[in-house]
Structures are given as structure tokens and as C-alpha cells.
């Protein structure tokens, strides 16, 4: 298997395990050394993994000569240390630990703190084999995406360069700064950057003073909205394209059970089901994002008069519930509600009522699933482990009738 797919594989072990780890030690054991295995280093190999490594210079405290966790070697030589913490500890409480074993070390110029969940990657571009005070990389093994995996691909053993390591960092924090930039520019215009866009367009005669930038913030505004949609579209279109399943077979229905439907639902008393634009633009999201998993199973999704459900071809099969008619939406999962809360931060998140599913997120618009990612993809894919693990029905099944693709 390639990186991506072993971390996905250790994401999974992790949540199974996270629960029943108390300690540093049950961390090291559980989370910890699996990562540094994904990272393609032998574990079991002292020249190679060394546990409880002495620094050069390192100082003794109250007797005791301190030791890192781990030093990775290459080549013969400490290449990156790592220090570790309870699964329940905050890394960043412990950083100025690892900048004394980094600082004592010259050959060491990466060094990581991590809880078994979040790894802050730091090295010395400040001051040489001086650690600095923030973290060029974070990544998080239970919420990570395609892009994090590449930038994390350059400190597996096979990739591992420590001449470039610093270039790779620095691009790391360019990228990340300008990205922030750009965002901040998309959203809220600054003056300097109107006047650039007027420049370029050559738009107005004469001096551009205070007033004619004011009266075009609205106008950039605009453009700039107007400009991300179409090639946000765009993006989706492509990407349905590519990576669009082929239709499912449906199985034809009798025509006097069509009638006996239609002849229902204009039954006196009988509530219409109407999916909503906010319904349809939810499932487009989900579908895209599951588009992204290992996976790749096709779903589709089952409206009703109480919630709108997404699942994998069959009702029973449903891995999301959307309830969208009251004041306050929400999504429901069938994940335990610890789970759901790691998976949401930032969103309200509670115990679903029974029957319905065990926990529940609220959101404010259908915008908000695109920060529900993680939440999406470890519910489709936990139900479609579950149904590749479920027996055959031997004794035949009925065809269920679904909506989307």
C-alpha cells in the first residue's frame, strides 16, 4: 500500500483505539510507533528507531539524564527526533521539552512532539540548530486530507533528504502565509489591492483617490464572488464527469403498483414529500467528498416528510440524515457521539434521539458541510465497511426505490 492508504488504514485503528489508551506509554505502543512504521521506518530496528535517546548535551534534571522518545536515524545518524505525550495531553505544552534535546543535537533538524493524535513538525530556519518557536507542519492522523498526506510524503524514510528538509519548510509556510493572504484579500478587499485591480483593468481616468477606491469595493466585491462560483462549478462539473458511478439498475415495477403509489399519495390527509434545493445541494457535497474515498461505493439518497437520508443504494444503508425543515438543522450519524464531537470541532454536537441514529451536528447552512469533511467521509466509510462485513441474504431481497446516483 502507498502512504495515503496506510495512514487511512491507521486513522481507522486509531479511532478503535483512542478510547481504551490511558498513559504515554499505552500512546507509544498503540499510536505512536504504528505512525513511524507508516512512515516506512523499521520499528524493530535500534540502528534504525532508537527509543529513549540520550542528546549530546542534554541536562540532567532533578538527577535524571533526559532522554527523547525517539531518534529516526539515517545513514547512521540522528536525523529527526520525536517526543511523546498521553493521548489526552496537549503537544504544544511541551514543545520547549523537545527544543532542548533539537538544540543539542546538529545532525537533528526536524524534530516532532505529538500526542499519537496531532504531530507539530518544527525545524531551524530562524537560527541554525536552533528549534523554532512554531510548528512549520501540522497533522492531525484522524482529520487529514490529500495534500497533507503529500506534505507529510517528504519525511518517510524513502523521501527523507536533510539538505532539503529547510527549502521544504519554507514552502511549507509560504504557501500557508499566502494562502491566508489571498483568502483575506478574496473576502475583504484592502485599498492597496483595489487600486492594483484598477491599474490592470484600466478602468479610471485619472487619480485614483480614497472615494473611487470606496465606491468599487462593492464592485470587486461582486467580481470576486462571481468569479469563484463559476470556477467552483466548473470544478464540480469535471469532477462529476470523472468520477460520476455508473447508473444503478433499476428494477421495473408493475404498472398497477405505480398506480396503487400515485393513487396514495393523493390520498386525502397524506403528506407530500418535497425535496428542497438546500436537500439536493447537501447530497451533491456528500457525493462529492465520498468521490474522494478509497472506497468509491455509490450512494444515493431517500427523501422523507421528516428528514432527508443519504445512503449506499439501500434505505437500511444510510450513513446521514439531514433535517433541514426547522428552525435548526442538522446533520444525524449513526457514530458514537464522542466520535462525532472529535470529527465537528467547532459545531454543536449531541446524543440523536433514539431510533434516528446516535449522535447529531447542527449547521447553519449547506455551506457548512464542506467543514464537515471528516465527520462525512468516516460515516460513509464506517457504513460501507459494516455492509461489506454483513452476511449475504441467501433467501433474496427486495429492490429499494432511491433517488441520485
Given at each position: 500500500?502507498?502512504?495515503?492508504?496506510?495512514?487511512?488504514?491507521?486513522?481507522?485503528?486509531?479511532?478503535?483505539?483512542?478510547?481504551?489508551?490511558?498513559?504515554?506509554?499505552?500512546?507509544?505502543?498503540?499510536?505512536?510507533?504504528?505512525?513511524?512504521?507508516?512512515?516506512?521506518?523499521?520499528?524493530?530496528?535500534?540502528?534504525?528507531t532508537?527509543?529513549?535517546?540520550?542528546?549530546?548535551?542534554?541536562?540532567?534534571?532533578g538527577?535524571?539524564?533526559?532522554?527523547?522518545?525517539?531518534?529516526?536515524?539515517?545513514?547512521?545518524?540522528?536525523?529527526?527526533?520525536?517526543?511523546?505525550?498521553?493521548?489526552?495531553?496537549?503537544?504544544?505544552?511541551?514543545?520547549?521539552?523537545?527544543?532542548?534535546?533539537?538544540?543539542?543535537?546538529?545532525?537533528?533538524?526536524?524534530?516532532?512532539?505529538?500526542?499519537?493524535?496531532?504531530?507539530?513538525?518544527?525545524?531551524?530556519?530562524?537560527?541554525?540548530?536552533?528549534?523554532?518557536?512554531?510548528?512549520?507542519?501540522?497533522?492531525?492522523?484522524?482529520?487529514?486530507?490529500?495534500?497533507?498526506?503529500?506534505?507529510?510524503?517528504?519525511?518517510?524514510?524513502?523521501?527523507?533528504?536533510?539538505?532539503?528538509?529547510?527549502?521544504?519548510?519554507?514552502?511549507?509556510?509560504?504557501?500557508?502565509?499566502?494562502?491566508?493572504?489571498?483568502?483575506?484579500?478574496?473576502?475583504?478587499?484592502?485599498?492597496?489591492?483595489?487600486?492594483?485591480?484598477?491599474?490592470?483593468?484600466?478602468?479610471?481616468?485619472?487619480?485614483?483617490?480614497?472615494?473611487?477606491?470606496?465606491?468599487?469595493?462593492?464592485?470587486?466585491?461582486?467580481?470576486?464572488?462571481?468569479?469563484?462560483?463559476?470556477m467552483?462549478?466548473?470544478?464540480?462539473?469535471q469532477?462529476?464527469?470523472?468520477?460520476?458511478?455508473?447508473?444503478?439498475?433499476?428494477?421495473?415495477?408493475?404498472?398497477?403498483?405505480?398506480?396503487?403509489?400515485?393513487?396514495?399519495?393523493?390520498?386525502?390527509?397524506?403528506?407530500?414529500?418535497?425535496?428542497?434545493?438546500?436537500?439536493?445541494?447537501?447530497?451533491?457535497?456528500?457525493?462529492?467528498?465520498?468521490?474522494?474515498s478509497?472506497?468509491?461505493?455509490?450512494?444515493?439518497?431517500?427523501?422523507?416528510?421528516?428528514?432527508?437520508?443519504?445512503?449506499?443504494?439501500?434505505?437500511?444503508?444510510?450513513?446521514?440524515?439531514?433535517?433541514?425543515?426547522?428552525?435548526?438543522?442538522?446533520?444525524?450519524?449513526?457514530?458514537p457521539?464522542?466520535?462525532?464531537?472529535?470529527?465537528?470541532?467547532?459545531?454543536?454536537?449531541?446524543?440523536?434521539?433514539?431510533?434516528?441514529?446516535?449522535?447529531?451536528?447542527?449547521?447553519?447552512?449547506?455551506?457548512?458541510?464542506?467543514?464537515?469533511?471528516?465527520?462525512v467521509?468516516?460515516?460513509?466509510?464506517?457504513?460501507a465497511?459494516?455492509?461489506?462485513?454483513?452476511?449475504?441474504?441467501?433467501?433474496?431481497?427486495?429492490?429499494?426505490?432511491?433517488?441520485?446516483?
Open positions: 500500500m502507498g502512504l495515503g492508504e496506510d495512514l487511512r488504514l491507521l486513522s481507522e485503528q486509531v479511532r478503535k483505539r483512542q478510547a481504551f489508551i490511558k498513559g504515554e506509554e499505552a500512546t507509544k505502543q498503540a499510536l505512536i510507533l504504528p505512525f513511524i512504521q507508516a512512515l516506512g521506518y523499521d520499528i524493530y530496528d535500534p540502528t534504525e532508537q527509543p529513549e535517546y540520550v542528546a549530546d548535551f542534554a541536562k540532567k534534571r538527577g535524571v539524564m533526559e532522554k527523547v522518545d525517539y531518534a529516526l536515524h539515517l545513514k547512521g545518524q540522528p536525523a529527526l527526533f520525536i517526543e511523546c505525550k498521553a493521548t489526552d495531553a496537549a503537544p504544544e505544552d511541551h514543545d520547549g521539552q523537545l527544543a532542548r534535546y533539537f538544540n543539542a543535537t546538529p545532525s537533528v533538524r526536524i524534530g516532532v512532539v505529538t500526542n499519537g493524535i496531532r504531530y507539530r513538525f518544527f525545524t531551524d530556519l530562524q537560527s541554525p540548530n536552533v528549534m523554532d518557536a512554531v510548528p512549520f507542519l501540522e497533522f492531525n492522523v484522524l482529520a487529514f486530507t490529500d495534500r497533507d498526506v503529500e506534505l507529510l510524503r517528504p519525511f518517510t524514510k524513502e523521501f527523507f533528504d536533510a539538505t532539503s528538509i529547510q527549502g521544504h519548510a519554507e514552502e511549507i509556510i509560504f504557501v500557508g502565509k499566502v494562502t491566508a493572504l489571498i483568502n483575506e484579500l478574496l473576502r475583504n478587499p484592502s485599498e492597496s489591492f483595489v487600486r492594483f485591480l484598477l491599474a490592470e483593468v484600466e478602468l479610471v481616468s485619472g487619480r485614483v483617490t480614497r472615494s473611487v477606491v470606496e465606491r468599487f469595493v462593492p464592485i470587486v466585491k461582486k467580481s470576486i464572488q462571481t468569479t469563484l462560483l463559476d467552483m462549478t466548473k470544478s464540480i462539473q469532477e462529476i464527469a470523472q468520477n460520476a458511478p455508473p447508473p444503478p439498475t433499476v428494477t421495473a415495477i408493475p404498472a398497477e403498483a405505480l398506480q396503487r403509489a400515485a393513487e396514495a399519495s393523493e390520498a386525502p390527509g397524506v403528506a407530500q414529500v418535497e425535496t428542497t434545493e438546500v436537500e439536493l445541494e447537501i447530497f451533491r457535497i456528500v457525493q462529492r467528498m465520498c468521490s474522494e478509497a472506497l468509491r461505493q455509490s450512494i444515493s439518497y431517500k427523501d422523507s416528510t421528516t428528514y432527508f437520508g443519504i445512503n449506499l443504494g439501500k434505505v437500511t444503508s444510510w450513513f446521514l440524515r439531514a433535517f433541514t425543515n426547522g428552525k435548526k438543522k442538522s446533520l444525524v450519524t449513526r457514530l457521539l464522542e466520535q462525532a464531537a472529535m470529527l465537528a470541532p467547532g459545531f454543536e454536537v449531541e446524543s440523536a434521539p433514539d431510533g434516528i441514529g446516535k449522535s447529531r451536528v447542527y449547521f447553519n447552512a449547506s455551506t457548512d458541510i464542506e467543514k464537515l469533511r471528516s465527520l467521509l468516516v460515516a460513509y466509510e464506517e457504513e465497511r459494516r455492509q461489506s462485513s454483513a452476511p449475504v441474504d441467501g433467501g433474496g431481497s427486495t429492490s429499494e426505490s432511491s433517488s441520485g446516483s
